[in-house]
């Protein structure tokens, strides 16, 4: 089902120049966008695709809005992409396919779990003794909750996620492994997405914990016991250790790595493939990624490296020794 331009800017916003009946069938990139689809640009190192794209009609800022102009259609909005998220909303809502049973008959969901009237729970899920979700939450299929775990309202759990399996907590004794029951739970607040095949485990004592408008990519781990603040964000293939805490607004990006009994504080930014191995309190973007390099150059480079803290110490001396000469020679 096609939009009509002026449906859009009346549902969005935006200020439109050009055909408000012309007809949208698809979103799509500034690279691929034919006449009947709609495209944006947010990143200005992309503007150089804008005037060569054959989009029926693209989303800018006013920073591309005489290079827009130049080429046809376009609506004009301080944030493309943004706008452009609120669409994907708009369009998903337009073309969605009627729903079908709320619960569907596949899943296994105890007697004494509570469960919404207008929560969604998809095929072969299982939410066990004393889980409680909340409303307008959707577990798509294969979703697990524990039992007495908590989902708070509108939250999106993809395929394969287990919430509440045992934390790794282990006592060593005489070359054995003693486990240590898990006793807490999972709680997790409203508006929160949970990529595919992400675990989070119960904790030990106290639970662990996920607050509101947190966003987990797939194959996340967060151990027991963790704490995530309002709002943060977390890409793929990243984990967190036990019982570390990360503030608000922060963002891991993928393969990220936080190491247990940590604190992180709000507005913490780290890169891609960072282990972070000492609390940070102060908000900012810190990385710790080795470059890339060919490999015989990185071989020579990381045995660099273990020699230097020898090298400080040779220099530091040198450096006492010379001090010790100066005076000498005053």
């Not at 004494?112 to 003794?129: F, H, S």
């Not at 909750?145 to 309202?153: D, F, L, Y």
């Not at 993928?254 to 992180?264: D, I, P």
Request: charged share 20%; aromatic share 4%.
């Amino acid at each position: 089902m096609a939009l009509q331009l002026a449906a859009i800017v009346d549902a969005l916003g935006g200020e439109l120049h050009g055909d408000p009946a012309r007809s949208i069938e698809r979103l799509a990139s500034l690279q691929s966008a034919g006449g009947n689809e709609l495209s944006f640009l947010s990143n200005p190192k992309f503007q150089k695709d804008l005037s060569a794209s054959q989009a029926g009609c693209v989303i800018v800022s006013p920073a591309a809005r005489e290079a827009a102009a130049a080429r046809g259609d376009f609506i004009l909005t301080p944030d493309p992409y943004l706008y452009f998220a609120r669409l994907t909303q708009l369009w998903k809502a337009r073309h969605a396919p009627p729903k079908g049973e709320r619960i569907h008959p596949s899943a296994v969901i105890h007697p004494d779990a509570q469960i919404d009237a207008t929560a969604e729970i998809g095929p072969l899920c299982v939410v066990e003794r004393g889980a409680r979700i909340g409303a307008g939450t959707v577990l798509k299929s294969n979703v697990t909750v524990s039992e007495g775990c908590s989902i708070g309202a509108r939250c999106l759990l993809h395929p394969g996620v287990v919430i509440g399996a045992d934390g790794f907590g282990l006592a060593p004794h005489q070359g054995a492994w003693i486990k240590i029951e898990q006793l807490g739970a999972v709680r997790i607040g409203d508006d929160v997405e949970i990529g595919a095949n992400t675990c989070i485990d119960r904790g030990a004592l106290d639970d662990t914990i996920i607050e509101d408008g947190v966003k987990l990519d797939n194959l996340i781990q967060i151990g027991h016991n963790v704490r995530i603040g309002r709002n943060t964000a977390m890409a793929g293939c990243s984990a967190v250790a036990g019982s570390a805490v990360i503030g608000a607004n922060c963002t891991i990006a993928g393969a990220g790595m936080v190491l247990g009994h940590l604190t992180l504080a709000d507005g913490v930014h780290v890169s891609a493939a960072s282990l972070v191995t000492r609390s940070i309190h102060k908000p900012g973007q810190y990385t710790g990624v080795f470059p890339i390099d060919e490999n015989a150059a990185w071989e020579k480079n990381a045995a660099t490296l273990r020699h230097l803290h020898s090298l400080r110490e040779r220099i530091k001396a040198l450096e006492k020794g010379l001090s010790q000469d100066d005076k000498k020679t005053s």
